[in-house]
């Protein structure tokens, strides 16, 4: 059989046709097509929504939020599939928000291929679902997911884990470069790891300068302590910010376990919790992790 030409009006059906939002954005954040579905979840007539930038489709407050990772994402773009793990906030045009979950495929060097789908979340509003700073869940939502991969777990009869993550030196940051840059350097972290996350996994913002993560099917426990000592070699290497040169680092205590009793998710993150402050206590960098 010959190949097929794919033309432009026949790639534009076939977008037309797919059962989820799609948009094609280009890099100034502008809106070049929309299918819709895509309209139909927005609350869009048709053609509304090309020549919008996509921070006119989320609520002010996530605006800088959103521009920051938007950016962060164009400096290396990378297929992300819609994660389980992070609801993220839409805006209708009535000011109605709605619960999304998207999805990210480059598309050649100037456009982005965004899916979208409305989440069936309905327990939490956007609102009060994720970090106003960094656009993360909050301990809330946190929970939520992570009782559902503990569900999981338990089922196929996997591991769970649960890291806790503090920042050390941003206080020195704070001071030396004011709140602002600060800001920008919890921004990034909370960027950093949520690239490193899977879609069945979740990282969350629970403090000023602590995270969590829920990680589901870590093999053992030396897997779990090398992607620990990853993160925080990351971390440390975050670099300049504005043209500041930061220095921080991070921390990290880690838990998991196989053993389906022991997925108290609550407790595990108290363990964790204990375990980051021997790893604080025990100097730059380090990482103490415990199975249950």
């Given amino acids: 059989m010959a190949a097929l030409k794919i033309t432009e ?3 534009l059906s076939i977008l037309e046709s797919l059962p989820l939002g ?6 100034d954040g502008s809106v070049v097509y929309a299918n819709g579905k895509a309209e139909e979840v927005f609350g869009y007539h048709q053609g509304e929504l090309v020549d919008r930038v996509v921070e006119d489709l989320i609520p002010a407050q996530y605006h800088t939020v959103h521009q920051h990772h938007r950016n962060r994402y164009l400096l290396r773009p990378t297929a992300k599939s819609m994660s389980g793990g992070r609801i993220l906030a ?3 045009p009535n000011g109605h928000e709605i619960s999304l979950q998207i999805g990210l495929t480059p598309v050649g060097e100037e456009l982005t291929l965004v899916s979208v789908i409305e989440s069936t979340n309905t327990i939490i509003k956007p609102s009060h679902a994720n970090d106003s700073l960094t656009g993360l869940p909050n301990r809330q939502l946190f929970n939520e ?4 991969l503990k569900k999981l777990a338990r089922r196929d009869g996997s591991s769970l884990a649960i890291l806790f993550i503090d920042l050390y030196k941003f206080k020195g940051v704070n ?3 004011g709140h602002g ?3 920008l350097v919890i921004r990034d972290v909370a960027a950093l790891l949520q690239d490193q996350v899977r879609g069945s996994d979740v990282v969350a913002r629970i403090g000023g300068d602590e995270f969590v993560m829920c ?3 870590v093999s053992d426990l030396a897997a779990l302590k090398k992607f620990s000592t990853e993160l925080v070699r990351k971390i440390s290497s975050i670099g300049t910010i504005s043209g500041n040169e930061i220095d921080v680092g991070a921390s990290i205590g880690a838990v998991m376990t196989r053993t389906g009793e022991k997925m108290d998710i609550t407790r595990m993150i108290e363990v964790a919790d204990r375990l980051m402050y021997r790893s604080k206590a025990a100097g730059k960098g380090a990482v103490v992790a415990q199975t249950l």
């Fill in 181 to 183: 840059v600060g800001d």
């Fill in 22 to 27: 799609t948009l094609l954005v280009a890099r």
């Fill in 215 to 217: 990680l589901y099917g």
């Fill in 145 to 148: 997911f992570s009782e559902k």
């Fill in 90 to 92: 839409g805006l209708k």
């Fill in 9 to 11: 009006d026949l790639a």
């Fill in 175 to 177: 001071d030396q470069f």
